[in-house]
């Protein structure tokens, strides 16, 4: 699944790819607590491993695409 995060006063937005695996669900209840200020930091783990952290203030949107939308490079159909 990828994930993209928008984050204010920063120029670029968090773009991770999440396993396979990794429940959709879970993690929109995550994002909706950390933007209703349940939870001040919104932690989500990458297909590497890796712990990826954003302050709930700093949140502009959040957008959840499928793992079957891959992106097309070149002439390919």
């Known amino acids: 699944m990828d994930v993209r995060i928008g984050v204010t006063q920063a120029p670029r937005e968090i773009n991770l790819e999440l396993a396979d695996d990794a429940d959709r669900n879970d993690l929109k209840a995550r994002v909706e607590a950390a933007l209703s200020g349940a939870s001040d ?13 954003v302050p709930a203030a700093k949140i502009a949107y959040v957008e959840l695409g499928s793992a079957e939308s891959t992106r097309k490079i070149g002439f390919g159909d």
């Not at 930091?41 to 952290?53: A, E, S």
């Open 41 to 53: 930091v919104l932690w989500i783990t990458d297909k590497r491993g890796n712990d990826i952290g």
